[in-house]
T-cell receptor
Framework: ETGVTQTPRHLVMGMTNKKSLKCEQHLGHNAMYWYKQSAKKPLELMFVYSLEERVENNSVPSRFSPECPNSSHLFLHLHTLQPEDSALYLC?????????????FGPGTRLLVL | GENVEQHPSTLSVQEGDSAVIKCTYSDSASNYFPWYKQELGKRPQLIIDIRSNVGEKKDQRIAVTLNKTAKHFSLHITETQPEDSAVYFCAATLSGSARQLTFGSGTQLTVLP
């Protein structure tokens, strides 16, 4: 499955580090999403971009900073994270930003904050 | 607040039996209800969805039913096979945002051979 790719697949970082997660979609979609998946908890939507414009920001702490330079790429910049931020971060894309569009997920980045 | 409750959190069935997972939602304006399957170590994938103008939808061994009055919807898997073992997530729209899905907490389905 290569429609939505994410790098790195695994990341360990200290609380003072700065790192970035990358997502790329090869489906010609116009909307991209960041989700956080923690154990035993529902998927949490973090950000939505439609045509490179941020259209949703679900009260995410400022230590997470998204960037969408074009409709194919999405980044999540991380700085001064906390151990509770350890989770699987999933990127998704859809043809448009309407919620009834099927969202295609990437494989995720497993993040561990020490 | 608006949320989606999913039950059970774990479900084990014998191969060939049926499995049912139920979700309830609080927002009466919700109008789109997808189900995602996530196999161990893999990404979530949409398996079926239903819109509020439909009461039931089937796709081979998978079906989803929606009761708008009671605000619940269910996933039904018949003739289960070991490859059906996965975590299943339901989701529903929020009336406050046309672009947001609220997900249930997931059901770990194990099909025993």
């Amino acid at each position: 499955e290569t429609g939505v790719t994410q790098t790195p697949r695994h990341l360990v970082m200290g609380m003072t580090n700065k790192k970035s997660l990358k997502c790329e979609q090869h489906l010609g979609h116009n909307a991209m999403y960041w989700y956080k998946q923690s154990a035993k908890k529902p998927l949490e939507l973090m950000f939505v971009y439609s045509l490179e414009e941020r259209v949703e920001n679900n009260s995410v702490p400022s230590r997470f900073s998204p960037e969408c330079p074009n409709s194919s790429h999405l980044f999540l910049h991380l700085h001064t994270l906390q151990p509770e931020d350890s989770a699987l971060y999933l990127c998704a894309s859809s043809q448009g930003a309407a919620v009834q569009e099927t969202q295609y997920f990437g494989p995720g980045t497993r993040l561990l904050v020490l | 607040g608006e949320n989606v409750e999913q039950h059970p959190s774990t479900l084990s069935v014998q191969e060939g039996d049926s499995a049912v997972i139920k979700c309830t939602y609080s927002d009466s304006a919700s109008n789109y209800f997808p189900w995602y399957k996530q196999e161990l170590g893999k990404r979530p994938q949409l398996i079926i969805d239903i819109r509020s103008n439909v009461g039931e939808k089937k796709d081979q061994r998978i079906a989803v039913t929606l009761n708008k009055t009671a605000k619940h919807f269910s996933l039904h898997i018949t003739e289960t096979q070991p490859e059906d073992s996965a975590v299943y997530f339901c989701a529903a729209t929020l009336s406050g945002s046309a672009r947001q899905l609220t997900f249930g907490s997931g059901t770990q389905l194990t099909v025993l051979p």
